[in-house]
């Protein structure tokens, strides 16, 4: 028999880990993760940690357990942590994206996020939803099966927690601060990590890669996430091949590949079998650039170091992927397909209520004390966000007026070519606008890229729901044509995806959680420009339908 879930109580302590000396030291460790680290980055700076750690603690639990995660706020600057894949079910005063679903944990004050991780297992991640914080505030989610429960393939030797990210030498909250007074885009980070480590950099000597030491013959799962803020990555490691099982905490159809291809906010379980026997192999993430925008080219490395090989052992080294290979990650992402078991079947809904089509991408509006006399914005199918003053999730629950309208448009006010020419009128309209949703009806989102400025790829999270990736393509999105090529039987369930660049992607999702959802473009340029726009779920019948009150330590704004 199933013991009842546990109720697991932990404590993060937001603060500056400041640096020791010349250096700035950042100590990192995962609880219950058998490896432990530390490294140095060639910076002065301080960073906002989790702990002290970077990444931060890896939380651990088990699919229905209850989670209450005191936050005590010691740095200067307003704080909110929010669990990305976690449902939320009835609990969106505990999901985090600050002015959304709560006002932010202000310096010196406390707040405990309390939820359940109800029907879920599998890697998720947490990270800051306020400023560029997330850029160093961020670790691992890993939820065990319940108990008694097996995987659907092999039990691994071991599990490994890899969190990939971005890293600046520089405040990165000066960074954007910088770029939204110019109206320019703002520079891109110095390095890109693996577990805190980025591998060799110019002028830093003294800097190493990350080492994944691994015995022979064993399989081993990675969990992998990618908690990098404006950048695809690439990650491999050289002569081995992984099998993928897992994407954003749902279980897929097993399928090898020799790399992966992550964007920001996703996870992907892999299972690595250490068949070699001997050697020093390079592990690499770097970066997919599918737009004639800037990025950071400079791939992160480490090392996975079979037990017993010397240490003056050449390094087999991987030749990261090529940064524009979009065949490469099409066939990566036409690969992926949820499990659809009997244990864990494939719900898509094939009733829609609500046919949505979105358009995504970037603007340019005026701006009087920017250096050209206007600024980088981006929308959602016009539509560039302003963020309210206090919570949309209070304004609902209260129902207090003037904070934001429901009359988020269903369908693009501008109709043209979205991916040939760009319109001659590249402004947005500026709201604080929402969509609003019965309980339990079902909907399917298309999301349109478009041209204008850069037809680079999205990574479009929504908040509160896994939905069903189920049709994509290149090109303008035909209501007659695609939804003929649609898969619904095992379409991969995810809470973020990538909109390709110059073409559409097509997701269902069933409105069965009330309350506040938030769904943006996990770059975060993107989001601080406008990329971004929500969706209010009404009530059901009775209080199992209904969103709960909020806690009485609620932040005030």
């Not at 279980?251 to 996703?266: D, I, N, S």
């Not at 993107?526 to 339908?545: I, R």
Request: aromatic share 10%; net charge positive; hydrophobic share 40%.
């Amino acid at each position: 028999m199933e013991m009842a879930p546990w109720i697991r109580i932990v404590t993060l302590l937001i603060a500056c880990l400041l640096p020791a000396s010349v250096e700035c030291l950042v100590r990192h460790y995962n609880f219950n993760v058998v490896m432990k680290n530390t490294t140095k980055l060639c910076s002065t700076k301080p960073i906002v940690t989790v702990n002290g750690k970077f990444p931060g603690p890896t939380l651990i639990a088990r699919e229905d357990d209850t989670l209450l995660v005191k936050v005590v706020n010691h740095v200067h600057y307003n704080v909110t942590i929010h669990w990305h894949g976690v449902k939320q079910l009835r609990t969106g005063w505990a999901d985090g994206p600050a002015y959304i679903t709560q006002c932010p944990i202000q310096p010196g004050q406390t707040y405990v996020y309390n939820f359940t991780l109800t029907g879920q297992r599998g890697t998720l991640l947490y990270h800051a939803h306020i400023l560029w914080l997330r850029a160093t505030l961020h670790g691992a989610i890993v939820i065990l099966p319940k108990r008694g429960v097996l995987y659907p393939f092999p039990k691994p030797h071991q599990e490994v927690v890899i969190v990939l990210a971005e890293w600046w030498k520089s405040d990165v909250q000066a960074v954007i601060n910088e770029a939204l007074q110019s109206g320019l885009a703002p520079n891109v980070s110095d390095a890109h990590t693996i577990n805190g480590y980025p591998g060799p950099v110019s002028n830093c000597a003294s800097e190493r890669g990350y080492t994944l030491p691994v015995e022979p013959g064993k399989t081993y799962m990675l969990r992998v996430i990618s908690a990098a803020l404006n950048q695809n990555l690439f990650f491999k490691i050289a002569g081995h091949k992984f099998t993928v099982i897992e994407v954003d905490a749902s279980y897929t159809k097993p399928f090898k590949t020799e790399m992966v291809l992550m964007a920001p906010g996703q996870t992907t379980n892999l299972l690595l079998e250490t068949n070699l026997g001997t050697g020093k192999f390079m592990v690499t993430a770097s970066p997919f650039k599918d737009a004639p925008v800037v990025v950071n080219s400079r791939t992160a490395t480490g090392m996975l170091h079979y037990f017993g090989t010397f240490d003056d052992t050449t390094t087999i080294v991987t030749i990261p992927s090529a940064q524009n290979d979009t065949p490469l990650v099409d066939n990566f992402t036409v690969a992926l397909r949820s499990l659809n078991s009997k244990e864990y079947p494939t719900r898509v809904p094939l009733k829609i209520d609500h046919s949505l089509f979105f358009t995504i991408g970037l603007g340019i509006n005026p701006c009087e004390t920017c250096v050209n006399g206007n600024h980088v914005v981006a929308y959602i199918n016009n539509v560039t966000f302003n963020m309210p003053s206090i919570s949309l999730l209070q304004a609902h629950f209260f129902n207090i007026k003037g904070v934001y309208t429901d009359d988020f448009p269903r369908n693009p006010p501008n109709k043209y070519n979205y991916t040939g020419t760009q319109p001659t009128n590249v402004q947005t309209m500026n709201g604080t606008r929402v969509y609003r949703l019965r309980y339990n009806s079902t909907v399917q989102l298309v999301l349109q890229n478009t041209a204008m400025l850069a037809p680079e790829s999205h990574p479009i999270h929504l908040h509160g729901f896994n939905f069903f990736a189920i049709g994509s393509g290149l090109g303008n999105y035909n209501a007659d044509k695609h939804p003929k090529k649609f898969n619904l039987v095992d379409p991969v369930e995810r809470n973020t995806i990538s909109v390709p660049g110059g073409g559409w992607m097509a997701i269902r999702f069933i409105a069965d959680n009330p309350g506040v959802w938030f769904m943006h473009c996990h770059l975060e340029v993107h989001s601080t420009w406008g990329l971004e726009m929500a969706f209010v779920v009404e009530n059901g019948k009775g209080p199992n339908e209904s969103l709960l009150p909020p806690p009485n330590d609620l932040p005030k704004c």
